[in-house]
């Protein structure tokens, strides 16, 4: 949310710098982010000043230059060449000097000494579309004949800056969501620092509010009023609808809004002044005189301001004339319904709407504006009048008309003031400080908290209307404790804990370890959010049944809990693919979310919902980063399966133990493994499907593997780490061409062969792979290496020629294998 430092200082006398405030709106809860300096001109056209022409001269090289001596006020008059076709002797100017940035269409531009075509110039005289004053370019910006000279640019057209105040707002605080409301703050907290109650939060004087005739009543009918509490109105007629003045434009830029026109300007400007939305309808789209708030049935066709067709839910409040909706409550206005440059008479709402029903509207539809922003949070129920009435005299003011009806302010459910009873012990024990009463005292009355009653050691509070978030003790203590400051509550001198036996095996430690071990091979940790889109769960092998779904979303592309983090990957590497990062091997540790019946999380309500950690990883690209010396060899399947077997190593289990499944026709997997274990799946992967890929705009193969965390930590738990010296006696390696059928894997030869031989095989490798029509049609030649070692003397010959011979004898037994 933006604040502008200048605006804040019309309902708060302070004095305190920007740089100052930032550090006081933080310490009270009210994070400033960023803290930047705006200016109606970027650069604010510093080093530009006001010149006279003295002379002018043809360039004797360049017909179209001009050679002019410039008084700019600097005791000597300055040389500069000119290209513009209207420049004269006597012209006042605007002379940009050197050392000057001028932010042209073109770009930043920086003036210097230099030569043209053999001549010296030592400045620039501008155009107008080069000092951001409007669009002409045809020649130079000519002054009248009276302007002073060496007057700066920026005093001469009464350029304006402010400071803008970038505050991460948390949800609770719709408070202070205007500037009014950070404005109490600020009073607040420098109030209690001053140890006085000078300063005081001013509202907007609206004592000139008045009627000037009734020739447009509009009435106002809620059938809802549980949906719509409280619904304002009144009429404006007679209006001139344009541009609004200078000042409010430069005040909604320095915001960050655009300016559309008068009276759409003043709306938005009482919203941010005030925190109440507004909506301007005109007043010829209120047929039949009347405005009703009511819920349309299922399926009424709805056209919104952007010019979206929607239908409506038959839960989505509505504001209607006599007829048809004109605006969604809370949230948008219709095409119809909006002010135009042919709007002469206006009505004007001020309302207050539940949050329950905007936020479940905004988030039907997918639309998110300012007004449902402070709806869904919920709007201050006294403020409606006070911004109908504000805005109204600033419309009269500034577009003329007159107010041509009563304020129709319908409110069928009073709203109660919460009360509390506030003891002092209780605020002592949460902020763990003694605080004098007097102070607190203070401090709730800057905060327009109303004390009631005072008995010994308690406080009777009556809670301001606009403070919805505060409904308990606890929350009366958070508002003294963020205006007293964080900061003034000193730590104590002891600090107490108690030792915890930790379960084993440590999975924080492990999940480190692993982190380390993926990232000293070149992985890259990524982290994605645990809310993703509903839609990627429809297809590619997930039931969208088991969907945990989000009640109240954010947007529909974070409306469930992920079931895996296969999606959030192929993001990250979407994403950084489209910034030419083609080559990545990343890997995440997340929890995923999965809804079935029975067996699932301990807790009222949660026995259907499961949650287990996963271990991701994902590689593409090219194996080493380009170089001169580096080849083309790209990432792929084993690349990935070598990771994952580190994983499996390094926390004490052997991968190669594992049962392994080649996948086949798999919804994810183009092709792939699982490898399964005595309690279940322990992993899967593979190379990704094309399609999937391409959904996702990525141009290379990504090889995916997910490691169930869960299942391996509780293997972990049973197996031990054992270290032991490097063998003393040479390994010895013996190699073997076997023909076997084109149906018998790898991992059977790798199997058989450690069965056979339990003691002395320590490795096997396959080298190489030979297939041919003159093998047969079902023939393949495997080339294996085998390993073999005793740690506790030097292999001969004929031991080694014994191991091989049974080997060899298994694989022609077992396998049908020919030794070649």
């Known amino acids: 949310m933006k604040i502008s430092y200048n605006w804040l200082k019309d309902y708060a006398g302070f004095t305190e710098s920007p740089e100052e405030l930032s550090v006081l709106l933080t310490d009270c809860g009210l994070e400033v982010e960023g803290l930047e300096k705006f200016e109606s001109i970027k650069g604010g056209l510093k080093g530009v000043v006001t010149g006279k022409v003295l002379s002018c001269e043809k360039h004797p090289d360049a017909d179209r230059l001009t050679l002019t001596m410039v008084d700019a006020g600097q005791g000597s008059p300055l040389p500069v060449v000119c290209g513009a076709p209207n420049v004269k002797a006597g012209q006042i100017v605007l002379l940009a000097t050197v050392g000057t940035t001028l932010f042209t269409p ?3 531009l920086e003036i210097k000494k230099a030569k043209i075509r053999g001549q010296a110039s030592e400045g620039m005289i501008c155009a107008e579309d080069e000092l951001q004053l409007g669009t002409d370019h045809d020649g130079i910006m000519v002054l009248p004949a009276d302007t002073p000279v060496g007057v700066p640019a920026a005093d001469f057209f009464k350029l304006e800056s402010d400071w ?16 009014f409301g950070v404005a109490r703050d600020v009073v607040a907290v420098i109030n209690h620092q001053s140890h006085a109650r000078g300063l005081r939060a001013k509202m907007p004087d609206i004592s000139g509010f008045s009627v000037d005739d009734e020739s447009l009543p509009i009435s106002v009918t809620i059938e809802d009023p549980e949906a719509c509490p409280r619904y304002s109105g009144l009429t404006i007629s007679g209006i001139k609808v344009q541009d609004s003045p200078a000042w409010l434009k430069f005040r909604l830029q320095a915001i960050g809004l655009k300016p559309i026109n008068n009276v759409v300007d003043i709306t938005n400007y009482v919203l941010h002044e005030l925190g109440q939305p507004l909506h301007a309808f005109d007043a010829r789209q209120v047929t039949g005189k009347q405005v009703v708030i009511r819920k349309p049935e299922k399926g009424t066709p709805f056209e919104t301001l952007d010019e979206v067709s929607l239908k409506l839910s038959g839960e989505d409040l509505m504001i209607c004339n006599a007829s048809e909706p004109m605006c969604m409550a809370g949230i948008l206005g219709g095409i119809h319904s909006g002010v135009t440059s042919e709007t002469s008479d206006i009505f004007l ?3 207050l709407f539940s949050p329950v029903g905007i936020r479940r509207s905004s988030n039907r539809f997918g639309i998110k504006t300012d007004a449902s922003f402070r709806f869904e949070r919920g709007a201050d129920p006294q403020m409606t009048v006070f911004a109908l009435k504000r805005a109204a005299m600033l419309i009269r003011e500034i577009a003329g008309g007159r107010i041509s009806s009563q304020v129709v302010d319908v409110h069928p459910g009073k709203s109660t003031p919460v009360a509390l009873d506030l003891k002092i012990d209780h605020v002592h024990k949460l902020i763990g400080k003694k605080i004098p009463v007097e102070e607190i005292r203070g401090i709730l009355m800057d905060l327009d908290f109303e004390i009631r009653d005072e008995k010994e050691g308690s406080l009777s509070l009556q809670v301001p209307p606009y403070r919805v978030d505060v409904t308990r003790p606890a929350d009366v203590v958070e508002e003294i404790l963020r205006i007293y400051g964080y900061n003034n509550v000193e730590l104590p001198d002891r600090l107490y804990s108690s030792i915890v036996l930790s379960p084993k095996p440590d999975k924080e430690k492990l999940q480190n370890v692993v982190s380390d071990l993926l990232a000293s091979v070149g992985f890259l940790e990524i982290m994605n959010n645990s809310l993703s889109r509903g839609q990627y769960y429809e297809s590619d092998g997930f039931d969208p049944a088991q969907s945990v779904r989000i009640l109240n979303p954010l947007s529909q592309d974070l409306n469930v809990l992920r079931q895996s983090l296969l999606f959030g990957g192929l993001e990250t590497v979407a994403f950084n693919q489209n910034r030419r990062m083609e080559d990545m091997k990343l890997f995440e540790f997340g929890n995923v979310y999965e809804k079935s019946k029975g067996g699932g999380m301990k807790g009222v309500g949660l026995e259907n919902y499961h949650e287990r950690m996963v271990l991701s990883l994902f590689m593409t690209g090219r194996m080493h980063p380009e170089t001169w010396q580096a080849g083309d060899a790209a990432l792929g399947f084993f690349d990935l399966k070598e990771a994952a077997f580190y994983v499996f190593e390094r926390i004490g289990l052997d991968a190669k133990a594992c049962k392994m499944v080649v996948l086949q026709d798999h919804p994810v997997f183009k092709y792939g493994v699982n490898l399964e274990g005595e309690n279940g799946l322990l992993a899967s992967m593979g190379m990704v499907s094309r399609g999937l890929t391409k959904r996702f705009d990525i141009r290379n193969d990504v090889y995916y593997a997910t490691l169930e965390w869960d299942r391996l930590m509780q293997l972990s738990d ?15 390696r ?28 320590k490795q096997l490798s396959l080298f190489d792979v030979y297939q041919d029509e003159k093998l047969g049609r079902d023939k393949k030649s495997y080339a294996v290496s085998f390993t073999l070692q005793d740690s506790g003397k030097t292999l001969t010959d004929k031991e080694i020629d014994q191991v091989m011979n049974r080997l060899a004898g298994v694989f022609q037994k077992q396998l049908g294998a020919v030794i070649r």
């Open 106 to 108: 073109g770009g930043p």
């Open 164 to 179: 803008i105040f970038e505050i991460g707002l948390t949800p609770n605080r719709i408070d202070a969501a205007s500037h």
């Open 349 to 351: 709402e001020s309302a």
């Open 718 to 732: 049973k197996k031990t780490l054992l270290f032991r010296d490097i063998p003393k006696f040479p390994e010895v």
């Open 734 to 761: 013996r190699d073997l061409a076997l023909l076997i059928s084109r149906e018998v894997p790898f991992s059977r030869i790798e199997q058989l062969a450690f069965e056979t031989e339990k003691t002395l095989l």
